[in-house]
């Protein structure tokens, strides 16, 4: 019973002071002064790659295609004010998808408070989504039958244990202790 009453109090006591850390507008860089924007002008393939999985000409074509979507309605009478840099809101999506970086620092690096992060990050995957299909380069292509079949020869030649198999998706990595057979 005591132990139960500390942990009330505890909780309630937790409850009490807990404070909301909340990223304003003031306490971020300007959007055309941001780490992002230094990144994009200076046009650096390997920084891009790092950031966004595209080399600069690659984020330069889908970036052609992207603003075509990428549509922003706004005038005088509606209020607000007209949103800037759409290669910073195809930056921010490709940063999200690329990385596991926490929103804060997306906040940070793009100078934008976490409101205009989840709603340009909603918007930006629809308009992406619209750009991809528009796109040839884009689209996934299979290879023929007599093609999976030299490529699962070229793979087997090399792990042995894999039949059948003439590619693979790089995708999630999971830590594994002890696996149970090496090989696989």
């Known amino acids: 019973r005591r132990y139960k009453v500390r942990w009330y109090i505890v909780n309630r006591l937790y409850g009490m002071t807990r404070e909301r850390n909340k990223l304003t507008v003031p306490s971020l860089v300007s959007p055309s002064a941001s780490s992002w924007m230094k990144l994009y002008e200076e046009k650096n393939d390997e920084a891009f790659i790092n950031i966004t999985s595209l080399d600069v000409a690659s984020f330069e074509r889908l970036l052609t295609e992207f603003s075509k979507e990428y549509l922003v309605y706004w005038n005088i009478g509606r209020g607000g004010r007209p949103r800037k840099l759409v290669e910073k809101h195809l930056g921010l ?71 059948g198999r003439w590619g693979w ?16």
Not at 134 to 139: D, N, Q, S, V
Not at 169 to 184: A, E, F
């Open 93 to 163: 999506l490709l940063a999200f998808y690329c990385d596991s970086t926490a929103q804060k620092s997306l906040c940070m690096m793009f100078g934008v408070p976490p409101s205009t992060l989840a709603r340009t990050l909603s918007e930006a995957e629809e308009a992406l989504d619209r750009a991809l299909l528009k796109m040839p380069e884009a689209r996934i292509v299979w290879p023929t039958l007599q093609q999976q079949v030299e490529w699962g020869l070229k793979v087997r030649s090399i792990y042995n244990l894999l039949t």
């Open 169 to 184: 998706i790089d995708g999630k990595n999971y830590k594994v202790q002890k696996p149970s057979d090496s090989d696989l």
